[in-house]
């Protein structure tokens, strides 16, 4: 079941007040004429458009968890709420937003239809929303690679904490040092910061070619 405890873990992107969130999405998005009360005053962008089909995502997702009937087989059938969530989703994601809360939707699905034995991307009411599952595909193999060498994907400054999907962000030591002690930094500040104690775990011999000089390859 999707309870609705679970609403309180989607952060500050997500709206506390599903209804009052959708009120305002449907005015941008022009939907349900809640929109003909503003006439021609809104000026939005293409972005603005799309955040707002991601927000509408989200606030349906959580009107979705609040409802008794939230992990059933009938919401998976019939739950108008559920269906706008992903169909929100997709469409962002078709316009080029990849947010997290997408991620979150489209886990929700399928393990709903896991639980009750349904076919997610081929039946007839999720199948069609080849965006979202193909970027969801991605994404959990991503996060694979990351469980596999998470130091690639973490800033090394122990303090840091940066973390990111593309390995490609970080900026390697472009010493001699080996390659499991290799490590990346999400900027020169966290390089300089950490010198002293990559320099610990060197051989003698290699530190004057190593990372206190701050050459950087990109990892790609």
């Known amino acids: 079941m999707q309870g609705a405890s679970s609403s309180s873990q989607h952060g500050c992107a997500a709206p506390l007040r599903p209804d009052a969130a959708l009120l305002f999405t449907d005015i941008v998005l022009k939907r349900n004429r809640a929109h003909e009360q503003m006439g021609s005053r809104l000026s939005l962008s293409d972005k603005d458009h799309v955040h707002a089909h991601a927000a509408a995502s989200l606030a349906s997702l959580i009107k979705y968890r609040l409802k008794p009937t939230a992990g059933s087989l009938l919401a998976y059938l019939e739950d108008a709420d559920l269906l706008h969530a992903v169909t929100d989703a997709d469409t962002a994601i078709d316009n080029g937003f990849r947010f997290a809360g997408a991620f979150e939707v489209a886990a929700v699905v399928l393990q709903l239809g896991e639980a009750h034995a349904q076919d997610v991307r081929g039946g007839a009411r999720f199948g069609k929303y080849k965006q979202l599952w193909r970027a969801y595909d991605v994404r959990q193999r991503i996060l694979e690679k990351m469980r596999h060498a998470p130091s690639r994907y973490t800033c090394a400054e122990p303090s ?7 390995a490609h962000q970080f900026r390697r030591c472009a010493g001699p040092c080996s390659p499991e002690v290799k490590p990346g930094y999400c900027s020169k500040a966290c390089q300089r910061k950490d010198w002293a104690r990559h320099k610990a775990v060197l051989p003698q ?5 190593c990372g206190h000089t701050h050459a950087e390859v990109r990892n790609h």
């Open 160 to 166: 840091c904490g940066f973390r990111s999907l593309k």
């Open 205 to 209: 011999h290699n530190h004057s070619n």
